[in-house]
């Protein structure tokens, strides 16, 4: 990573400067810097996703989720909350799955939120998707006919693995303040 630190900030100073977004990461905190980056390859595989950074109030990022199972399963993510254009709170996301699955799986996840009642909602913490709400994955034009559904929208973003699974789930977020 020191090695590489020069060359990220001044991918990041280009990109900034060009306006693919306005969130500007703390460069010495690595959890900044992998939102960023996961930021840079959301807007790389569907470069229409930036309508929803641009006209959400506020969205979470999870840069890496594993998710794994055999019959029963998991995944668990760490993130940031950004608002205004700032991380406002960090967040954890923790699902247990039951069902037919089988592997593992690296993925990024967005959730934004449509306006300041959703976003609230998040942040008072113990926010849940249930096993009925669904993600789209990122593909080039996936977010053309992405919506909200109750004031948010998610979105997923395959790192790397193979997972089959037809499972019971939903997923439970903490978030804690900055």
Do not use: C
């Not at 939120?113 to 709400?133: H, I, M, V, Y």
């Amino acid at each position: 990573m020191r090695k590489s630190a020069p060359v990220l900030i001044a991918v990041f100073t280009v990109v900034f400067t060009s306006g693919l977004w306005a969130f500007e990461p703390d460069t010495s905190d690595e959890l900044q810097l992998d939102v960023a980056r996961a930021i840079l390859d959301v807007q790389k595989a569907d470069p229409g996703i930036k309508a929803f950074f641009d006209g959400a109030a506020g969205y979470a990022v999870f840069p890496k989720v594993g998710k794994g199972g055999m019959g029963i399963g998991g995944a668990h993510g760490k993130g940031l909350v950004i608002a205004d254009d700032k991380a406002v709170g960090k967040t954890s996301l923790s699902q247990v799955t039951i069902g037919f699955q089988l592997g593992g799986q690296v993925y990024q996840q967005f959730i934004f939120f449509k306006d300041e009642t959703a976003l609230e909602n998040f942040q008072r913490g113990n926010f849940e998707l249930g096993a009925q709400a669904s993600a789209v994955a990122v593909t080039l034009g996936a977010s053309a006919d992405a919506d909200y559904d109750k004031g948010v929208a998610v979105f997923t973003n395959v790192s790397g693995g193979l997972m089959y699974e037809a499972t019971v789930s939903g997923q439970k977020f903490k978030y804690e303040s900055l």
